[in-house]
């Protein structure tokens, strides 16, 4: 290995950390925090089709002066833990490698998001590790938090779903929650690197549009997470494509299962939240620019006219929609406390 | 008057055009319409505060080279048509004056949309001509055709009902909504041309909020054409601002009042736009640049997992949802093609 | 061939066109003015790699109804003119072909604009036909205007040596300029639609930069042009890339041979592009946005503190930096006004 | 004061800090470093017009809770340094007022940058302390570093001259400078928070223009400080506005006085900067997305085909190029590390 396949060590790390697939835009993100952490060292990140390149000359702004190298599940040895960036349905076998040889796992992908089989097939194909099915914990830290101390494999959640059920698990929770819709909008960072027409910097900007009208696979996960919270729900849900490349923001018009007034739907979500370190209720809506490049999420809710309450809530789509969130996780699966590395 | 005050007489014009408040960004948009126009004469683009500056130097990309004047209600003489772009509340007084005066008005402001005092004044304060109200037609052209043929007096619809009211107007028309709620979306030409931090382009870029969470005076507008059109229904509504300059989405989410299949919501929609020249049905989600700088609307529908109804139209919000659809209902007043100088 | 595989005819069409690699940037937008133009038909647009999709469903916003087909070079009859959209190297032998058929062409990429092989194989490689090089007519309308009338193989210069020749003929003509140093910026139009990291809206929102420092092989193209004016002298020259998506500026610094004011420069121009249709001398620095979707080119020029010429020139580079300028060269070639189709 | 007027103790600050002007851009942005600096407490930010509204409502991304006063220059005890973030002529005042009570005085305007009062009076009218015309220094750090170490007034240099200086200094300071042409572009936060209709959302995007043609007051600055290191040269600058928020860049066309290798210009820039913590020599042409939010300068140097050299210098306008560079300054002022607070 070059002197650049990992970073220097400085005092004595919580854990050494591989950043599986660190070329796309999550896990060159997750490699960064790793890098940035005061407790953890990143010892690898790794890229099939990048391998050789630095990840400085790839992403400049994260100033991670490593070389990608390509992964050997063979010579694992050294590495406590590690984030794995890689597509849905390459992801699983992954994981179970790393876990087969004790490696603690943060999965970026959709892998072990779902917890019912059939639905994980319909929206994803057949699973590359179903003897692992199930056996994930759900890193929305602010729901899932005893159950991710000590996990040892952990799926982030979306993007979209980490939005949408931040934004209503106040009511989800106490079973309020009648019938919800969403309509969710994200910048071009949530469509990936790999580039196409749709995301050319010509055909975005001055545009945005619906996308995935017929069906996004987000939405039996937002359906999943918030009848674990104990509401079991229809959820409507559509996406959108902004021209802005990070951030997401979920709006949720939702139908109370009793009529609750403004008051106490605030009230509600003031006490739900009132110690959660990322989580804040505004008293005015949010915006994106406020929480780019945070672990934040942004909440605001009011009740409308005829009665629906609208709740938003927003995210950076690659920090608290996906790789931050998975270095929350990840220090919460150490022991350590949970925004280190974060603020 | 300069040479520059009025548009050389080209032909025998249907109507010699005054644009009041030519300076705004859908004034502007108007004053070049009207000059573009094959059997209009642009007469007079008045404006107060910018009142012998060059049209074409606020807005050279319009390249009306016509010089702003002073409005003076006491010369109006040979003057047929007024297109007013005033703020709400200075519209009124100046409708009058022009009505009193014989000269039809295309008012692009709020003063005559809404048929119920109290409404109005909840939303917009005292009414600037009392006298009026409830004379003016309703500027949806492809629901008020007939009555806008031959009217004296129209109000232009607000651009997120121009956008929702198409959206939803076959389900409507048929009784079949029961009740909606609405993400609106659209670029920064919807704020106007008065400047503030909000606009700035350090604020708005790679930035998307929603505002008027507490109440949009557009919402009361949509129930009201709702219930016209024979579905008084509850609307739930927000608006969001998007880091672009032109561009309107309503994404609606609507509770249908019987069960409805996709292909029957879909052939519903594509019968009732089938002859409209400017409302196209796509078959897949619309998108904001493919009908920017036109007086196209572009609807899709479809019907979500559970049975809801998501129907999306885009508009240009400075052409279709204020001024071309102003020229639109000018062609019909005057007895001409309705499509004149818009294709 | 399909319905859809040709315009229907309106008239007696002075050219019966097919245009070849239009689904690219320049061809699409080509494909889309012979559309528009009131004596041009539009009989074939061809891709290999799109054919059998449609071009309004690739660009929407050109709303050109015509499907892509593999281009035939064995069926070319009832085909007057080509405008060939295809890749430097790629143009030359499609070129040839076409012409030997007799059909008239208007090449839009580098194959025949420079005048010197060593000069072309050091920038380009090998010539794809070359005893085609040097018959071509080198497109800039406003200075080879006579000979493009009646000619059959006209060569559209480059999107910067439009601008920056356009910028600096008046004081080349009269052997004013003694060297120039241009700085030239572009929006990701130019990159074309070929998609990669660098034109990923996430990679250019709030981005822009300098490229190809060592050497763009536009620069010999302009030092061709400038010799050929009257002034045989260096050019230093560097583009950038900016984030939006059409427009193009080159900002000159001249050093003049004599000293020269500010007035007599200003009359220079003044006079020069008195009669020019498309190029307007301005009395202050152009704008982008001014002339976008056109074919203008927007001149400014000044004189510095310390004596050194400055012009500006702004054009919207896949309009008059190509496909529009391609058009108006077509006008000529077949006896039309060359405003035709373009204004 | 209420408890939102000053940042809570933490250790043993190396000075107390009033931020003078801090609703502007420039004002807002030092307050946020000075409050996350490990060493400076921020005791007040201070504004007329938004005196009372929290900073963290009027900039939310800074995060910094604390409530805008009015400056009262009588009540300045407890305050160690100020940073002072006026406009040019109302600055020198209060700067004049805060020396008189002992205070440390970081400038972030104009008033104190010009060494010679004629040509201060030339771009900025009459000075408003001209008894201490004359007394600061010059911050831009990486060229006056040892006169910065306990300095008591500094001024720091406009956002142009910044980077074009730190572009130039190698050359400049071996006196190979014969002449050079700047060709600058920034975002519009360089335009400041006044907001008006240029740098409205609906008129930058997908905009960019030259402006300041006929003289820009960062020119004599520019041409002072390459003086003062050793060539006196004519400069020809010409800024561009470009439609993103933060980032600026300098590209410099540069006659030098003797033939030069690009090995030799090369090697002169490496060993100029090789130990300059803020400033890097690139292998390759700077981006200004890779060094928005810090105090970098990205430099990159080359030889263009006919001698001249290019040098590419970027910044970030509102860190480097104003606020950030003025907090490295009073590290130095104060004996500190000149990083501390900025990496």
Redesign the interface.
């Known amino acids: 290995m070059s002197d650049l396949a990992a970073q220097p060590l400085d005092g004595d790390p919580a854990a050494r950390v591989l950043v599986a697939g660190a070329n796309g835009?999550t896990g060159a993100l997750a490699a960064k925090i790793v890098w940035d952490h005061p407790r953890l060292q990143l010892v690898a990140a790794t890229s099939r089709s990048d391998a050789g390149k630095r990840l400085d000359a790839?992403y400049?702004?994260y100033r991670v002066p490593i070389e990608l190298t390509e992964l050997d599940l063979d010579r694992l040895e050294g590495i406590d833990a590690a984030i794995v960036a890689y597509p849905h349905g390459a992801a699983a076998p992954t994981d179970a490698a790393l876990r087969a040889a004790g490696v603690l796992v943060v999965d970026l992908s959709a892998d072990f998001r779902l917890r019912d089989m059939d639905t994980y097939e319909r929206w994803y194909g057949e699973h590359g590790a179903p003897e692992l099915f199930g056996t994930g914990v759900y890193g929305l830290t602010e729901i899932y938090r005893e159950e991710l101390r000590g996990a040892e494999l952990v799926a982030t959640p979306g993007c979209y779903p980490t939005a949408s059920v931040l934004g209503l698990a106040p009511l989800a929770e106490k079973g309020l929650l009648a019938?919800v819709?969403i309509?969710a909008?994200q910048?071009?960072?949530g469509?990936g690197?790999s580039?196409?027409?749709l995301?050319?910097?010509?055909?975005?900007?001055?545009?945005?549009?619906?996308?995935k009208?017929?069906?996004h696979r987000h939405?039996p996960e937002i359906e999943q997470e918030l009848a674990a919270l104990g509401s079991p729900v229809?959820?409507?849900?559509?996406p959108?494509l902004?021209?802005?490349?990070?951030?997401e923001?979920a709006?949720c018009?939702a139908t109370l299962s009793e009529p609750t007034s403004a008051a106490a739907v605030r009230a509600l979500y003031g006490e739900r939240y009132e110690t959660e370190p990322f989580v804040h209720v505004l008293d005015?809506?949010?915006?994106?620019?406020?929480?780019?490049d945070t672990n934040e999420c942004h909440v605001?809710v009011?009740v409308?006219?005829?009665g629906?309450v609208?709740a938003?809530a927003?995210i950076d789509n690659i920090w608290k929609g996906a790789s931050s969130q998975g270095i929350q996780n990840l220090n919460l699966m150490l022991g350590l406390d949970e925004t280190l590395g974060l603020t």
Chains 1, 2, 3, 4 share one sequence.
């Open positions: 835009f790839l400049p702004r019938e819709s309509a909008m910048g071009t960072s469509y690197r580039s196409d027409d995301v050319h910097f010509s055909a975005m900007t001055e545009n945005a549009f619906p996308y009208t017929e069906g939405r229809p959820v409507t849900f559509v959108h902004l021209p802005l490349d990070q951030g923001l709006s018009f005015g809506p949010p915006n994106l620019r406020a929480l780019r605001y009011t409308a006219e005829h629906k609208m938003f927003a």
